[in-house]
């Protein structure tokens, strides 16, 4: 992979996960507002989702750093855990808005 496309994808990881940072942020302030049982659970979600992103940065760092088949081995975990963050924050947003008829 070139040193361009390589840039590029970690762009686009750095681009997406700043977009899940503002989602997680929206969804905690979302949790203030509701009542106590949702607030606790969803606390809990987003805990969960701050450790995911934690993660991915330090995969991304990782990337960033690596070089040949080390490249190919963290993209492909990289791209795992990105999958299962997705799906995270779009099963914690789609409950919380089920819960709290709400946006």
């Known amino acids: 992979m070139s040193k361009e496309t390589r840039e590029a994808y970690i762009e686009k990881l750095e681009a997406k996960l700043r977009e899940w940072s503002a989602e997680i942020d929206k969804l905690k302030a979302k949790a203030e507002r509701s009542e106590v049982k949702i607030?606790?659970?969803?606390?809990?979600r987003i805990e969960d989702?701050?450790?995911?992103r934690e993660d991915i940065k330090k995969?991304?760092?990782k990337l960033k750093e690596a070089g040949g088949e080390t490249w190919e081995e963290l993209k492909?975990?990289?791209e795992k855990a990105w999958q299962e963050m997705k799906a995270a924050i779009e099963k914690t947003a789609s409950k919380f808005k089920q819960k709290t008829g709400g946006e």
């Open 76 to 78: 492909s975990g990289t």
């Open 59 to 61: 995969r991304i760092q």
């Open 39 to 44: 607030k606790e659970e969803y606390h809990k």
């Open 49 to 52: 989702l701050r450790a995911r």
